[in-house]
T-cell receptor, first 109, second 116 residues
Framework: GDSVTQMEGPVTLSEEACLTI???????????LFWYVQYPGEGLQLLLK?????DKGSNKGFEATYRKETTSFHLEKGSVQVSDSAVYFC????????FGTGTRLQVFP | GAVVSQHPSRVICKSGTSVKIECRSL??????MFWYRQFPKKSLMLMAT?????????EQGVEKDKFLINHASLTLSTLTVTSAHPEDSSFYIC????????????FGEGSRLTVL
């Protein structure tokens, strides 16, 4: 069945460092791909999404490109801030979503 | 964005009792809501799809009689964990779809259940 694999965390970075959180998937068909973020004490929020191959989703300085050839949707940000500290979930699907295990990002000043 | 609220956010109960968790869409109507369970360091596992006015659709391996889901109105779905046991302790999260079809999903804050 469909699945999502994320890199394990925590990822610990200094402020202004570059971020990459890897996400790969296996799927039949052509699902949409998502990144959700969960800040401490809050529910999951949609960060960005891409609905077809080669689409790039972007929001709040984060980007991810739907790469069919490598079945990947890596999350990137050029310069992280302390406020980006959260758990990030990669997900795929159309109606029902399948989530990765989540990657905790900790950014220190 | 739209708001989905869960209540209670934390609940502790004794083994053998039943616990009800509510999921409300506060500013939109949701014909479909989803219930997830999240284990520590694990992904969110979809438990069931809740459809307003009809029976929930459960994922394989999820006990229907154990996890009762009711979607009585367009803004409220409830999950009742019946005869709870320590292994039911987990973080339960609901989400609601705004509009039909592929409308965006909005998630509740989650409810942490601890069964003693």
């Amino acid at each position: 069945g469909d699945s999502v694999t994320q890199m394990e965390g925590p990822v610990t970075l200094s402020e202004e460092a570059c971020l990459t959180i890897n996400c790969t998937y296996t799927a039949t068909g052509y699902p949409s791909l998502f990144w959700y973020v969960q800040y401490p004490g809050e529910g999951l929020q949609l960060l960005l999404k891409a609905t077809k191959a080669d689409d790039k989703g972007s929001n709040k300085g984060f980007e991810a490109t739907y790469r069919k050839e490598t079945t990947s949707f890596h999350l990137e940000k050029g310069s992280v801030q302390v406020s980006d500290s959260a758990v990030y979930f990669c997900a795929l699907g159309t109606d029902k979503l399948i989530f990765g295990t989540g990657t905790r990002l900790q950014v220190f000043p | 964005g739209a708001v989905v609220s869960q209540h209670p956010s934390r609940v502790i109960c004794k083994s053998g009792t039943s616990v009800k968790i509510e999921c409300r869409s506060l500013d939109f109507q949701a014909t479909t809501m989803f219930w997830y369970r999240q284990f520590p360091k694990k992904s969110l596992m979809l438990m069931a799809t809740s459809n307003e006015g009809s029976k929930a659709t459960y994922e394989q391996g999820v006990e229907k009689d154990k996890f009762l889901i009711n979607h009585a109105s367009l803004t409220l779905s409830t999950l009742t964990v019946t005869s709870a046991h320590p292994e039911d302790s987990s973080f339960y999260i609901c989400s609601a779809r705004q509009g039909g079809g592929t409308g965006e999903l909005f998630f509740g804050e989650g409810s942490r259940l601890t069964v003693l």
